[in-house]
């Protein structure tokens, strides 16, 4: 929200801006629009005051409104520079961070928010500085004291008028004796004045320093901006030179306290060396001048050197960086500096290692030295005269001294005594005021009593007539009028502003001590004190400076009426018109009161007419204000009239006022205290006295009206009621509200009434003043009694809502407060003033605060009593209820206050309302918190964190009463308000009450019969909720029956007739228990009649309350078990269709393997969807038709559109199509086309418009019949929307009348057909919107239950596939080789023993008679065994018919086993989200324990196999998956096996394990490797059955034997000497000892026929194959047969087993 250029603004005439990047800054920030017409106090009603919401801004332009807003509601972030934007204007908010501060795109902060304070202080006029000041204090933030110019040639602007405002209280240390609460205006108070500046690049945070100094043990506060916070890092363009400054105030805590007496600290932004005139002020103003030193060149010694000459006090502090000391000149450590500059002992304090904290620690320790007597006090005031010399501007200029001397002559002897004051200056606010309103009283009660009017009371009012007729116009009510008659804005926007403050100054000095407490103590110490001289800025000696003194006494010289203002001057003040805009119309009031102050006045607005105008004219012509700067023109006139005398500093007078405030705490009011109210009640009195006596009045007295409108209009109070007196001046405030009515812009100015009720200790006034930014008289230091009123403007919005103009506040001051007159007078006044405003009010709001124990029945009983008049009236006001605290005292009164407030705002209506009416209408009391700041006196003390945000809460309960006073009345108009006022005041004179306004006791009894009665109530309602609770069972026992219409109606018709009987029976006993309490309290006893109707009211608004409640309770409990059991129905149907679905996407992602995406599974759902909403059967409807609707909607749209002249032919009946008439048209346009056939081509184009809309609006039905949807209004307003715009896209000349007939026809057409639609979905239209709006819950569990289901099917069959099938497979496989072995050797022989095997091996070469056979067995011998048996086994195989069985058993087997370890696993795990992982591993482990399974589990690691599911759901997967592995494989073992492919796949090969059987041993003969046939495991000795012939194998047995070679030579077949024979034998012997070679071996083996044949058989062969030359053999081995061969075979091995 950018900052929006108000028309109320003041004209600020500037140069423009020069084009630099000051003005640039300002340009970005929205404000360049504010530099020739600055914001004033009225711009805060569009930002602040009807803002109910603390919006962050978005984009640089609403940094100001949001540091404004937020400042008003005293938040701690008010000064925040973030923007945080939404996504779609994150683009332009960063392009304007670049623009602003050059920082990249991903900054949040887009300016440094000590330039975004200064460009706000800048584009504001004074008056809203000074407000912006005081909130500021409030928040504990740093002020602005000299404003830099945006542009440098301009001097900079000394800001005194904005801190004039800012009063606190401190407790000072000094002395014992004089130890109190301090209170004073901290711009003229004074104090020591602690100056900081900064000299050269340091890398210390001189604004953290301070904030540590500041805040002392307290949590640091952020007084100081700096570069830590959000945005501080960021380059400042606009605050450079900028000079800021911040109060230490002292609690009184001396454990937390770090000085003991207030300390002025000053802040200068930027280098020194750059704002040598800010400096020099600083250095002559200050009490003491801090300099933070970096890296310093000649140039800053220089400065120094200046800086110690003009300084009292000159502390240095080092916190230069020596490695990038290069270019420094003055890189002093130590006491280097002070040699050099001659500074005194222990002004150089080190700062380079320290953190900031330490380095505020130690600042403090020196400080501490220093007070509070060794630094000379100044005040603000005398450092803009300083800042005046110097060549700054100050802000205050020649109109406001103009307006502050003015103020002076008005408040000429007020120092006299306020008593005093008041007696002379303000006399008919005396005791005559008061006397006429007691007799008029009295002579109206006479007269109600229809007796005759006293004489002696006649007698009385003469006199006193007399006595008031004598009164002159004193000179200060001269002064003061002549003043507020100005046509000069801004001079008397200062006077008003500077009366009230000097008002306040006033009745502060007056609870002073004479003597400031600083110059006490330093008189005390060193004797006469002694002031510093201004322009010689310091002493050596600091003991001997001169302190500065101030005296705002102005001299009574009058002033010149010529004097002129400065072109720059008016720029601050044109008058603040921020309620209302002016206007020329002119309303009379309708008389309608018995006084009837407007007729009374209709002679006062005919004489004053003319002059009326003649000041319009006036007014009209008077040029804007200028801005109150000092030109340098005027300084030379400023100095010589504020600036003292040598003489004068250094000899002060003793009749200089005190500016500080010392007083016992808490502040008691003074009664005789004045404030501007004082004199605006007098100028009332003054008109009210010309109206007694007609004719005697002056033409300036007969302007009062039109000046007190002026000031309404401008923000002033205008006081209904005198609460001193206990008078209204009717006459004056009927011709004030005439004046103002006839200025306002509307001709009907409705009004809606807000007041603020509280008594005097509840700090009323700061309470509206938080609430809405307006200024009601504060009567916390003073007496003030009365009943003011506040005019505010509402904005289009609120005016809408509240369906008003504008909105008057109330507040009431005084009220419960102690009076000099006796006790019973002022109980009166409090009454009659509560009642007057709670009359006027619509909504009351109720400020309670904690109240002393004494004080809380008082306070109490004046509330209640109001109210209870005010219900005997008539009328009652919507209640809110506002506690400032928390304690049970604020509690206990809300409560209670709560209870009679909702008691007496019982209404009874007519049967016939509108239940709709009544819920709109009903007013409910809230009770909103607010820990305001209004309790602190101290600005020490920090604001509630959540303060901003319980003012937001009460405005949004404010705002929400009003509106909800919209809905149950008119509002009314100034003239009504004026007759009501007269009314009330009426009614009260004639007291006309059963309550009187001295009675007490009948508020404390009605609220204890309130507080009983809600007990009661309560009762009452917990067994109504027993009775539905029964209500509710039956209507549940009903289950499905429900639905049956009939059924459903007679159970409701009988419960509620059932309710009804009810709640009379109990209401009924309450009525009684209320009846007897009435007969047995006396004080009832006398008012029941007025008392009773209340309570019996209450009564039947309970009992159709509860009704009401009950019946709809009812009706709903039975919609809601209808609801649940068509939305059982419709989720079993939805799940019914889901499973299905589910089941087939599983099942497809199963078998293709593809995993299905988000998109396709929404896409699949949502045909599930539709196919249930049109399947399902919802419960049709009763009576419900939908022409009211459509009807309504058409009206409002022609009414929108201006035509409602036509709104009659809604009613019409129409033709099934829609006929255009030639009075659609109008005369000149069928004038024009008459020649065309009688407008044939118009009408036809025109009917082809009207069709193609009626084709549109037919296809539209279409479509929305489809959906499964409820009839909405938003489809008529979407047809007619079309229609109008198919009208202006077809150019036509032609009436409004055929837009008109044609939105009917269409409407007409719609309630037919969307009433089909609305008739089907009727009844279970909140079903379906329930199940359209959980439509995405129903999505993602149907995706959910696919993913889990898919996932499942995933996880199972990967763990079928990893770990069931291969733990099968080995079950099956793994003994199915041992089998095939045990059955084989069970029928081969050969396959016995090794001898057989070798012997069966042997006989088969011999039959198969195959050369490579026999060169296979000597060659490879193992694989040539191996060949044998697996050949067996395979012959074997293929004839056995017991492969398939043995399978199939041990297939039957293991799935059983395996069944059964997942069912064991899924005991107690149904329905259960679990982790699958364990739960198979835990599968895997029942199976292990059997003993004869073999699970292979290193599969289940890793995550794969860890997911979250219900484990039944995984349980049947698997389940599926084993029986359709049990099939699978039952097929494949039943079909013929390739033996070959199956002996592969055993884990123990039959083949081998029967080798391993008929092995033997495995040792061969070295010489002929032959086979060792010893039987048994382990023997030694080996030894080989069947030598073989050495030509039979490819090497020499030299090669083989490694023996000598004359062993081996000859063959011992040749050797015919069996010695040597012998000899070589029992060689070899030695050679190989675990052979046993014998010579009878030898000779057995030489007497074998078997090799001997082979050899013989295949000698050429052999030769061949080992390429050597056949063997010689003897011709008695060419002899021998096969059969020969075969038989010495045998004999070997028979010989063997012998």
């Known amino acids: 929200m950018s900052v929006k250029l108000s028309k109320r603004l003041s004209s600020k005439k500037k140069k423009p801006p020069k084009d630099n990047a000051q003005a640039e800054v300002l340009y970005n920030l929205g404000l360049d629009a504010f530099w020739n017409a600055p914001l004033d106090p009225a711009s805060l009603l569009d930002i602040s005051t009807w803002t109910l919401e603390n919006q962050a801004p978005i984009e640089p332009k609403d940094l100001p409104n949001s540091f404004l807003r937020r400042l008003w509601l005293l938040s ?171 109060w230490y105030l002292p609690t009184g805590d001396t454990a937390r306290d770090h000085f003991p007496v207030p300390v002025v600290i000053s802040n200068l932004r930027g280098d020194a060396g750059t704002h040598e005139k800010c400096l020099s002020l600083l250095c002559q103003a200050s009490s003491a001048v801090i300099v933070f030193c970096g890296n310093l060149r000649e140039k800053e010694k220089q400065i120094l050197a200046s800086c110690k000459d003009k300084a009292c006090k000159l502390i240095l502090i080092d916190v230069s960086d020596t490695e990038k000391n290069e270019n420094s000149v003055v890189g002093f450590v130590g006491l280097n500096l002070e040699e050099d500059m001659g500074l005194p002992e222990g002004s150089v304090l080190q700062g380079k290692d320290l953190s900031e904290e330490e380095l505020a620690n130690r600042l403090c320790d020196t400080m501490k030295d220093l007070l509070p007597d060794k630094l000379k006090l100044v005040t603000l005031e005398e450092a803009a005269k300083l800042a005046v010399e110097l060549g700054l501007n100050v802000d205050e200029g020649t109109v406001c001294k103009k307006a502050m001397a003015t103020v002076e002559k008005v408040l000429k002897g007020l120092d006299e005594g306020s008593a005093q004051f008041r007696e002379k200056q303000l006399p008919l606010q005396g005791p005559w005021w008061s006397k006429l309103a007691e007799i008029e009283k009295d002579e109206i009660k006479q007269r109600k009593e229809g007796k005759e009017i006293d004489p002696q009371l006649q007698k009385e009012k003469k006199d006193v007539l007399v006595e008031l007729r004598s009164y002159k116009m004193t000179p200060a009510m001269k002064n003061f009028t002549h003043a507020l008659f100005t046509t000069d804005k801004v001079e008397r926007s200062y006077f008003i502003n500077w009366m009230k403050l000097r008002l306040q100054l006033k009745q502060t000095e007056k609870q002073n001590s004479r003597q400031d407490v600083f110059t006490n103590l330093q008189t005390e110490k060193n004797g006469p004190p002694e002031y510093c001289d201004v322009k010689n800025g310091a002493n050596d000696d600091l003991e001997d400076s001169d302190s500065f003194c101030t005296d705002l006494t102005f001299e009574e010289e009058p002033v010149d009426a010529e004097l002129q203002v400065s072109d720059q001057h008016r720029d601050n003040g044109q008058e603040m018109d921020h ?36 000041e319009e004219i006036t007014e009209n012509n008077v040029s804007n204000g200028q801005n109150g700067t000092l030109s340098c023109q005027e300084r030379q006139q400023y100095e010589a009239d504020s600036t003292f005398s040598t003489k004068q500093r250094m000899c002060p007078d003793d009749s200089i006022e005190p500016r500080v405030a010392i007083s016992s705490q808490p502040f008691e009011p003074e009664p005789s205290a004045l404030g501007l109210e004082h004199f605006l009640r007098e100028m009332g009195l003054i008109f009210e006295l010309t109206q007694i006596r007609p004719g005697s009045g002056s033409q300036n007295v007969l302007r009062l009206p039109s000046l007190a409108a002026d000031l309404l209009l401008y923000g002033v109070p205008l006081e209904l009621m005198d609460g001193d007196a206990s008078n209204i001046p009717i006459r004056w405030l009927g011709c004030v509200f005439a004046e103002l009515k006839r200025r306002l812009p509307h001709k009907q100015c409705k009004t809606r009434v807000l007041t ?211 809905a149950r009345s008119a509002a009314t108009t100034l003239p009504e308000f004026m007759i009501r006022l007269c009314a009330i005041w009426d009614a009260i004179r004639e007291e006309s009450f059963s309550v009187g306004m001295q009675n007490t006791e009948i508020a404390l009894a009605f609220s204890m019969l309130c507080t009983e009665l809600s007990q009661w109530e309560a009762s009452f309602l917990e067994n109504m909720e027993s009775w539905l609770l029964g209500a509710g069972k039956k209507i549940f026992a009903t289950k499905e029956k429900a639905l049956d219409a009939a059924i459903q109606k007679n159970l409701l018709i009988e419960l509620k007739d059932e309710a009804r009987e009810e709640v009379k029976t109990e209401v009924d006993k309450l009525k009684s228990k209320v009846e007897a309490h009435l007969m047995k309290d006396d004080l009832f006893k006398e008012r029941t009649e007025t008392v009773k109707p209340i309570l019996m009211s209450k009564m039947d608004d309970l009992r159709e309350r509860v009704t009401e409640e009950t019946i709809q309770r ?286 069966s091996l042997l006989e088969e070469l011999m039959k198969e008679d195959r050369f490579e056979s026999f060169l296979e067995y000597l060659l490879s011998y193992d694989s040539f065994r191996l060949r044998k048996i697996q050949e067996t086994v395979v012959s074997h195989l293929s004839k056995s018919t017991n492969l398939e069985k043995w399978r199939q058993q041990r297939l039957g087997e293991i799935i059983g086993k395996i069944a059964a370890a997942v069912s064991e696993t899924a005991e107690g795990t149904n329905g259960v989200l679990s982790d699958t992982k364990p739960l198979l591993e835990r599968v895997c482990l029942i199976l292990e324990s059997d003993g004869d399974v073999d699970v292979t589990r290193a599969s289940l690691d890793g995550p794969f196999f860890s997911i979250t599911t219900e484990w039944d759901c995984l349980v049947t997967c698997l389940m599926e998956l084993l029986a359709a592995m049990r099939l699978e494989l039952a097929k494949e073992f039943s079909q013929n096996v390739d033996i070959t492919e199956l002996l592969h796949c055993l884990p123990i090969q039959p083949q081998h394990f029967l080798l391993n059987k008929v092995r033997g041993c495995d040792k061969q003969c070295p010489f002929c490797r032959a086979p ?127």
């Open 1114 to 1399: 009812l009706a709903t409990l039975n919609e809601n078990h209808c609801s649940s059991i068509q939305l059982q129905k419709f989720e079993t149907l939805l799940e019914t269709e889901q499973e299905s679905k589910l089941h087939a996407l599983v099942e497809n992602s199963k078998s293709t393997k593809v995993l299905l995406q988000d998109e396709q599974l929404e896409e699949e759902f949502e045909g599930v969807w539709s196919k249930t909403l049109s399947t399902f059967d919802f419960r049709p409807s009763e009576t419900d038709d939908i022409t009211v609707r459509v009807t309504d909607i058409l009206k409002q749209n022609l009414i929108r559109r201006g035509l409602q002249k036509h709104i009659k032919k809604i009613s019409q009946k129409l033709t099934s199509n829609f006929q255009v008439y030639d009075e659609h048209f109008g005369y000149r346009s069928r004038l024009k086309h008459m020649f065309e056939d009688n407008n044939r081509l118009q009408r036809l184009e025109a009917q082809q418009l009207a069709c193609s809309v009626s084709e549109e609006y037919h296809q539209s039905v279409a479509d929305k019949s489809n959906l499964p949807a409820d009839f909405s209004d938003s489809y008529i307003t979407e047809m007619l929307e079309n229609v109008e715009k198919a009208l202006k896209d077809k150019s036509m000349e032609i009436k409004s009348a055929f837009e008109v007939d044609l939105k009917v026809y269409l409407c007409s057409s719609a309630c037919q057909d969307f009433q089909k639609l609305h008739d089907r979905f009727a009844k279970d239209r909140e079903l379906l919107t329930f199940i359209t709006a959980t439509k995405n819950t129903y999505l993602a569990k149907f995706i959910y239950q696919f993913r889990k289901s898919d996932q499942c099917q995933r996880v199972a069959q990967a763990f079928t596939s990893m770990v069931i099938k291969p733990t099968v497979l080995d079950y099956i496989y793994r003994p199915l080789g041992k089998c095939i072995v045990d059955e084989i050797q069970g029928k081969e022989q050969q396959y016995q023993s090794s001898h057989s095997f070798n012997r």
């Open 579 to 614: 309620i209302f805009h002016k206007s020329t119309c002119s309303e009379d009031i309708e008389p309608q009161s018995q006084h009837d102050p407007v007729i009374e006045l209709q002679l006062y607005m005919m004489s004053n007419e003319r002059e009326i105008q003649h």
């Open 756 to 966: 603020n009720l509280g008594v005097h200790h509840a700090r009323n006034a700061k309470v509206l003043s938080a609430l809405f930014g307006v200024k009601f008289p504060e009567g916390g230091k003073r007496t003030t009694r009365g009943v003011y009123m506040v005019a505010l403007c509402l904005p289009d919005t609120l005016r809408k809502d509240m369906e008003c103009d504008f909105l008057l506040l109330i507040d009431v001051e005084g009220l419960c407060s102690i009076s000099q007159d006796n006790k019973i007078n002022t109980q009166i006044q409090d009454n009659e003033m509560a009642t007057v405003a709670t009359g006027l009010s619509n909504v009351l709001m109720q400020n309670i605060s904690s109240p002393a124990s004494s004080e809380f029945e008082k306070d109490f009983t004046v509330i209640v009593n109001a109210l209870l008049r005010i219900k005997e009236w008539g009328s009652m006001p919507n209640c809110q209820l506002l506690i400032q605290d928390e304690g049970i005292d604020s509690l206990l009164q809300a409560s209670q206050l709560r209870r009679v407030s909702e008691m007496l705002q019982t209404e009874i209506w007519d049967r016939g309302t509108n239940n709709a009416y009544k819920q709109n209408t009903k007013t409910t009391s809230c009770i909103t918190c607010v820990k305001g700041p209004w309790s602190n006196s101290s600005l020490s003390k920090p604001v509630d964190t959540k303060f901003s945000e319980a003012v937001l809460m009460l405005k949004k309960n404010l705002f929400g009463a009003l509106k909800q006073c919209a």
């Open 1572 to 1698: 060792c046939e010893a039987e048994g495991i382990g023997h030694e000795v080996h030894r080989a059955l069947l030598h073989r012939p050495k030509d039979m194998l490819p090497y020499d047995l030299c090669s083989v034997s490694s023996c000598p070679e004359s062993m081996i030579q000859g063959n011992t077949a040749q050797n015919k000497d069996t010695q040597n024979t012998y000899v070589a034998c029992r060689d070899l012997q030695s050679f190989h000892p675990d052979r046993n070679i014998y010579t009878e071996e030898l000779a057995s083996q030489m007497s074998s026929a078997y090799w001997r044949y082979v050899l013989v058989r295949y000698n050429e062969k052999f030769a061949k194959e080992y390429k050597k030359k056949p063997a010689k053999i003897p011709e008695e081995w060419k002899k021998i047969t096969a059969e020969e061969a075969l038989d010495s075979l045998k004999e070997a091995f028979l010989a063997k087993q012998c």
């Open 76 to 246: 701690p972030d008010a000064r925040s520079p973030s923007c945080r934007s939404p996504s779609d204007v994150l683009t332009n908010l960063n392009k304007s961070s670049e623009v602003i501060n050059g920082f990249g795109e991903e900054s949040e902060c887009v300016i440094n928010p000590l330039d975004l304070v200064t460009a706000v202080f800048m584009s504001a006029n004074t008056f809203l500085q000074q407000e912006m000041a005081m909130h500021m204090v409030q928040c504990q933030f740093a002020l602005p004291l000299v404003l830099p110019s945006t542009d440098p040639a301009e001097p900079s602007c000394f800001l005194l008028w904005p801190l004039r405002g800012v009063v606190s209280q401190w407790t000072s240390h000094i002395l014992e004796e004089i130890r109190k609460v301090q209170e004073g205006s901290l711009a003229s108070t004074y104090m020591p004045m602690v100056s900081c500046v900064k000299l050269g690049h340091c890398g210390v945070s001189k604004s953290q320093v301070l904030n540590h100094i500041i805040n002392g043990l307290k949590p640091c506060n952020e007084t100081f901006l700096h570069r830590g916070m959000d945005g501080g890092q960021l380059p400042r363009r606009l605050a450079n030179g900028l000079v800021e400054i911040g």
